[in-house]
Nanobody, 120 residues
Framework: QVQLVESGGGLVQAGGSLRLSCAAS????MGWFRQAPGKEREFVAA????????AYADSVKGRFTISRLIGKTTVYLQMNSLEPEDTAVYYC?????????????????WGRGTQVTVSS
């Protein structure tokens, strides 16, 4: 069973930064998703198993960066220029595919989530 543990969430003012981490029990293509109160869970960013390919939602492009160190199993989400609209529970997920996929149904394993709150 793949285990995913997110960390790094918290409260930050608008314009600030946070870095989320997701420690995985193996090396997989990974994604970050988020769910705001009253909304459906949505794609944020993804990275391929090898780390050479990434994908981003339009709403975070240019502000968020997903990364992983070569050969390591932890994936990071650097979030800059945060906005109140970024407030959500952030989930990391792992897929048995090797590609950076945006589709939730392609992800086989999910973390429990970490809260990110951006105050105005």
């Amino acid at each position: 069973q793949v285990q995913l543990v997110e960390s790094g969430g918290g409260l930050v003012q608008a314009g600030g930064s946070l870095r989320l981490s997701c420690a995985a029990s193996g090396r997989y293509a990974m994604g970050w998703f988020r769910q705001a109160p009253g909304k459906e869970r949505e794609f944020v960013a993804a990275i391929s198993q090898g780390g050479s390919s990434t994908a981003y939602a339009d709403s975070v492009k240019g502000r968020f960066t997903i990364s992983r160190l070569i050969g390591k199993t932890t994936v990071y989400l650097q979030m800059n220029s945060l906005e109140p609209e970024d407030t959500a529970v952030y989930y990391c997920a792992a897929t048995l595919s090797t590609f950076a996929t945006r589709q939730q149904y392609e992800y086989n394993f999910w973390g429990r989530g970490t809260q990110v709150t951006v105050s105005s």
